[in-house]
């Protein structure tokens, strides 16, 4: 008999996850809770739970960080992010940080109740591209994180990181292949990789999404090709 907890501020939305996943097999039992405060109550005195759902917009939450904290908590406990903020990055952030999947709030039913059983069976559930919103789809920003996020914790390689940086500092390409000793179109090959990334199709994008997630980005020298 599967346990489950779901943590979701909207009632309305709780109680739908609530009611599907009750529909998995005879004798589901699901917990819920609408803020991470009183999950951690919970948690404090039973944890043992076959999966959490979590969304990532919660009150009194600083986005990505109630996540961490609860994978530092409870590491064994498997959680899976349940959120409308499904833009490629915030995905590949979300698994960066423990998660065990992502179900973007748009899924149906039965694909909600997919993803949960792929990841009762031991898999990290991802979306499909085509499932996960575009930033220049009119997506709305990250949550805010309260601290500047890395730039591979969002699945940008270093070299990438590099060439985003510069594009924030406003080289142009031209500018940016001779401060790192790299052919124009070398860097134009890395720009396509960020947008593809990010989910932008323009360097214009690219620098809206850079600020929106707050990326650090280390000091950006010349090296090798």
Do not use: W
């Not at 109630?66 to 959680?79: E, N, Q």
């Not at 499904?86 to 709030?105: E, N, Q, Y």
């Not at 890395?150 to 406003?170: H, N």
């Amino acid at each position: 008999m599967y346990r489950f907890l779901v943590v979701e501020d909207h009632a309305l939305v709780r109680e739908s996850m609530v009611g599907l996943l009750r529909q998995m097999e005879e004798g589901v039992s699901v917990q819920e809770c609408a803020d991470l405060e009183n999950a951690f109550d919970v948690l404090d005195e039973d944890s043992d739970y076959d999966l959490m759902l979590l969304d990532l917009a919660l009150p009194g939450v600083d986005g990505f960080s109630g996540l961490d904290i609860l994978r530092r908590r409870y590491p064994a406990m498997p959680v899976v992010v349940v959120s409308a903020f499904d833009d490629p990055p915030s995905v590949t952030r979300a698994i960066h940080l423990g998660a065990s999947g992502f179900i973007p709030k748009a899924l149906n039913g039965s694909e909600l109740l997919h993803a949960v059983r792929h990841v009762l069976e031991g898999n990290i559930y991802r979306p499909s591209l085509p499932e996960v919103a575009r930033l220049d789809k009119l997506t709305p920003p990250p949550p805010a994180t309260g601290r500047g996020v890395r730039p591979e914790e969002i699945g940008l390689t270093e070299r990438q990181a590099q060439v985003l940086d510069l594009m924030v500092r406003g080289l142009s390409n031209r500018l940016i292949a001779k401060q790192l000793n790299l052919s124009e179109g070398t860097v134009k090959i890395h720009a396509t990789a960020i947008f593809k990334v990010l989910g932008v199709t323009s360097r214009t994008q690219a620098l809206v999404a850079a600020a929106r997630y707050g990326l650090e980005f280390v000091s950006t020298e010349s090296d090798e090709k």
